[in-house]
């Protein structure tokens, strides 16, 4: 028994998280408990040595000291309040107005919402919770179908998944050992791409079945010509200016996503006030769930490198990598597996779970076959949105049944969701076959001529200078 543990301690440690999480039990304490029980079993096995957990405080420490996870609790006050602030319900009115006349207009001002919303706040279950009380009732009481009003409505909210600002980029990133803007920069178009398959879609439903989806009567249509357009320029155009206020500054370099994140949440504030919106009880509740979100998310990620000091310490890591590595296929073969694995997983995980657990053990495997880590972490992020999505447990579906009406069948929403769940697999392959859609702008590269390069040493002790001719390389280590 001794040697058989031995031989597969890695295996078992991995098997007994999972069984705790299929369980129920809470995750940072799972992955934590893991850590600590198979490692304290591993030490007196004597396939650790007992200084194993003095390692684990500078671990802790070394989460506290990372200035990239501010951006969450930035990110997530900015969010609660625009959407507490009333910006949703605003731009849903004037996008609907704009898009009235048209089969399906309600269903494409959802989407386009939806879009703004997640580029914005970064929080799904704002964007999902904002349009079910919002849009929810008026596209029933105007005639569009349940099972695609639901539908739209919480794939839309999980935009804020893919489109930056978005949460789970951030520790994607983290994860990764990659750069947050780089990482904002390549989801850029797969989530604008995503945005029109959905709008896609919807158009083909007001094509095919123009009765699912039906424009606003006349009497509906309560702004015209200058009146629209003055009530659209006004309500657009200050979460427009936010939305260039945190990415543009992040995407030129000029602010990192922890000092855009600290911007956005000041604008957000702003904005508030500039409405007439922000009291203390409004201020009281964003930052109680900003706190809340933000532990949460600190608390799997303590318990996440609790468990992988296990596990890497009986080398669990190589362990996964064999497995991975070993499959048929190569690169392809190891895709097909990873996401496959992934989307099965999202029925029982949410993303920040899966961002804990399961991408610190893909990242070595992907790069050690030399796939890029930027388009591997958006993949699987993109991968990962369904599980928001997958019925019986996705936590959109979850959020938009907490607040739709009692008319609208739990069964409605499973159905309106699984279209929706299908072009997400679509965009999974879409990137697949087209890697460029993640790295165009990112594999741009500085190009220097060799002709003209010279190396000057600085003047040292002995006097004189040194010019290496451009093409002699210099030793490793050593001066010129």
């Not at 951030?170 to 947050?180: E, F, N, R, T």
């Not at 610190?360 to 030399?370: E, K, R, T």
Request: glycine share 10%.
């Amino acid at each position: 028994m001794t040697e058989f543990l031995i031989n597969n301690m890695a295996p078992i440690i991995f098997a007994s998280m999972v069984l705790f999480l299929l369980v129920g039990f809470p995750v940072s304490f799972a992955l934590a408990a893991n850590g600590i029980f198979f490692g304290l079993i591993g030490i007196e096995l004597g396939l650790l040595g007992p200084q194993l957990f003095q390692a684990l405080p500078d671990r802790i420490f070394g989460i506290m000291n990372n200035d990239t996870l501010l951006a969450i609790p930035f990110f997530t006050f900015m969010g609660l309040i625009l959407e507490r602030s009333g910006m949703a319900e605003d731009l849903l009115d004037t996008i609907g107005q704009l898009f009235g006349p048209l089969r399906g207009g309600l269903a494409f001002a959802v989407i386009f919402v939806g879009a703004l919303l997640a580029a914005t706040t970064g929080v799904v279950a704002a964007s999902v919770i904002s349009m079910g009380l919002i849009s929810l009732p008026i596209m029933l009481r105007y005639g569009y179908n349940t099972k695609l009003a639901t539908g739209v409505i919480a794939a839309s909210g999980t935009l804020a998944q893919i489109l930056p600002p978005s949460l789970v980029l951030i520790i994607m990133a983290d994860q990764l050992g990659k750069s947050v803007g780089e990482m904002y920069q390549g989801a850029f178009i797969p989530a604008i791409v995503l945005t029109f398959l959905y709008v896609g879609y919807v158009a083909l439903v007001a094509i095919f079945r123009a009765d699912w989806v039906p424009a606003l009567p006349l009497e509906a249509r309560t702004l015209h010509g200058m009146k629209l357009f003055i009530r659209a320029l006004t309500t657009m155009v200050p979460p427009l200016f936010l939305i260039f206020l945190v990415l543009g500054t992040i995407f030129m370099g000029i602010a990192t996503p922890t000092e855009g994140g600290a911007m956005g949440a000041t604008g957000a504030l702003i904005m508030a006030v500039a409405r007439r919106r922000l009291s203390m009880s409004l201020l009281k509740q964003a930052m109680e769930s900003t706190a809340k979100l933000t532990t949460f998310v600190i608390f799997i990620l303590v318990g996440a490198r609790v468990f992988s000091l296990t596990f890497y310490g009986v080398d669990g890591h190589r362990w996964v990598e064999h497995l991975l590595t070993g499959l048929p296929g190569g690169e392809v073969g190891f895709l097909i597996v990873v996401n496959v694995l992934v989307f099965l997983l999202a029925f029982f995980l949410d993303f920040f779970e899966l961002s804990f657990i399961v991408v610190p053990l893909l990242g070595p495997v992907a790069q050690a076959l030399g796939i890029d880590l930027i388009w591997f972490g958006i993949l699987l992020a993109v991968n990962m949105q369904t599980s928001f999505m997958h019925p019986p447990f996705g936590f959109a579906l979850f959020f938009l049944r907490s607040v739709a009406p009692a008319s609208v069948k739990t069964t409605d929403i499973y159905w309106g969701a699984i279209p929706f769940v299908c072009i997400q697999i679509v965009m999974v392959g879409l990137l697949i076959a087209f890697p460029q859609l993640v790295t165009f702008g990112l594999d741009k590269n500085v190009k220097v001529d060799l002709d003209t390069v010279e190396i000057d040493i600085p003047t040292s002790d002995y006097g004189g200078t040194y010019s290496a001719p451009a093409g002699m390389d210099t030793p490793k280590g050593e001066p010129g």
